[in-house]
């Protein structure tokens, strides 16, 4: 560290855990800290830089409309906020959009549409959302109550009512809940990151489809950190072969700038209306010009390179001496080794590789774009440091 340094403890709130690690430049998925170290960044901002650190096209797409104008309001049309929501709808077949600055205004988003669409069609009293245990959905105080994991319920109360917490994959313990609830809603994450990378069953996914459909429920997808191509698809949810009525994301959404979006189906497509919900930086031109660079490129092809990365790593990692277990989907992948978690991290750093953690797990969300000789020596790299 150069002694120039500003204490950064002396002055922001120490609400991170944080790491000795300053990084100050980068390209792709390699990165430099301020000693000019070089690093394989396997964890892109916690899925952020969705084509690594200062994209060429994203870069140019920001540059761009930064060069126009940076801030217009959402009273007026917007260019960049528009073809972004049309984009996003015709990719993912959604209706309409919402758009806010982050994954928990995504889902405070998703969470008034829900209790409005039952005020709206089934009465005051259906209000409560069904979570699942285990769970993450942001931090503000609405979210952490839809947290299904009760370290995030104390100090901050009281909470919002109408949170209820189902087993997941579980399909019963859903159904036994809406049996003694009155309820509006299903919210799950397709694969449940801070939680540990755990991913729902298909099976689970589907009987929570026909549980919705047998008692007039929404199925809301929590979509702000395995969506924008992270797991192999768009959203993660299309695999499931389910439909929804609303998806959250944000995330990888901007590449890099603070945006989220409530994606709404056909059911919630008329929910709101003027003045019942707004963001004075929501749509932001220059986040927004970002996401329609990012959103427009995940095609076919990169989504397929997703997919092979992932197959590689699975392969590489199942099995492997000291790795007890692989689990995720695509891109995010959490990896159980008989080290401590701590440990590994520690020495993955020390040899130039950035992953992150989750849980009691190693987590990694490389850049979709990764090069395939840069994951293999990452994977190296983990594979020596896991055996110990
Ligand atoms: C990160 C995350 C959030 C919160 O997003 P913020 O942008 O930090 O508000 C919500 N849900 C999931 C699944 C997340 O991974």
């Given at each position: 560290m150069s002694n120039t340094k500003i204490?950064?403890?002396?002055?922001?709130?120490?609400?991170?855990?944080?790491?000795?690690?300053?990084?100050?430049?980068?390209q792709g998925s390699r990165v430099f800290d301020d000693e000019g170290k070089e690093y394989i960044d396997l964890s892109t901002g916690i899925a952020v830089n969705t084509f690594g650190v200062c994209d060429v096209e994203w870069k140019e797409a920001v540059i761009n409309q930064l060069n126009k104008f940076q801030h217009t309001s959402n009273l007026y049309y917007s260019e960049p906020c528009a073809a972004l929501a049309k984009l996003l709808c015709e990719k993912s077949g959604a209706k309409k959009v919402f758009f806010g600055n982050s994954g928990a205004e995504a889902n405070e988003c998703a969470i008034k549409i829900a209790r409005k669409w039952?005020?709206?069609?089934?009465?005051?009293?259906?209000?409560?959302?069904i979570t699942l245990k285990n769970s993450f959905h942001g931090r503000t105080v609405t979210?952490?109550?839809?947290?299904?994991?009760?370290v995030f319920h104390k100090d901050f109360g009281p909470f919002p009512d109408g949170f209820i917490y189902a087993e997941a994959n579980n399909a019963q313990s859903v159904r036994d809940l809406v049996s003694a609830n009155r309820c509006c809603a299903i919210m799950m994450e397709p694969v449940q990151g801070e939680g540990g990378v755990m991913p729902l069953t298909a099976d689970f996914v589907k009987e929570c489809e026909q549980i919705?459909?047998?008692n007039d429920l929404l199925l809301i997808f929590d979509e702000v950190q395995t969506g924008n191509g992270r797991c192999g698809t768009l959203y993660a949810?299309?695999?499931?072969?389910?439909?929804?009525?609303?998806?959250?994301?944000?995330?990888g959404l901007g590449g890099g700038l603070p945006i989220g979006a409530a994606l709404m189906f056909e059911r919630v497509e008329n929910v709101l209306g003027a003045g019942s919900h707004g963001s004075t930086f929501g749509g932001n031109p220059i986040a927004a010009a970002g996401a329609v660079s990012i959103?427009?490129?995940?095609?076919?092809?990169v989504l397929a390179g997703v997919r092979e990365r992932s197959e590689y790593i699975f392969s590489a990692l199942s099995g492997a001496d000291g790795i007890k277990s692989v689990s995720g989907m695509g891109l995010m992948i959490g990896i159980e080794t008989e080290?401590?978690?701590?440990?590994?991290?520690?020495?993955?750093m020390a040899r130039g590789i950035l992953p992150i953690k989750a849980k009691n797990k190693l987590r990694l969300l490389p850049a979709l774009n990764i090069p395939m000789q840069d994951l293999v020596r990452a994977i190296t790299i983990i594979k020596e440091v896991a055996k110990g």
């Open positions: 204490n950064d403890k002396e002055y922001i709130a120490p609400t991170y855990a944080r790491f000795d690690l300053e990084i100050v430049s980068g039952a005020n709206d069609t089934k009465g005051e009293a259906e209000y409560n959302i979210t952490l109550k839809a947290t299904g994991q009760d919705a459909k047998e949810y299309e695999q499931f072969d389910v439909k929804a009525d609303i998806v959250t994301t944000a995330k959103i427009s490129r995940i095609d076919e092809k080290r401590d978690v701590n440990e590994v991290l520690k020495e993955c």
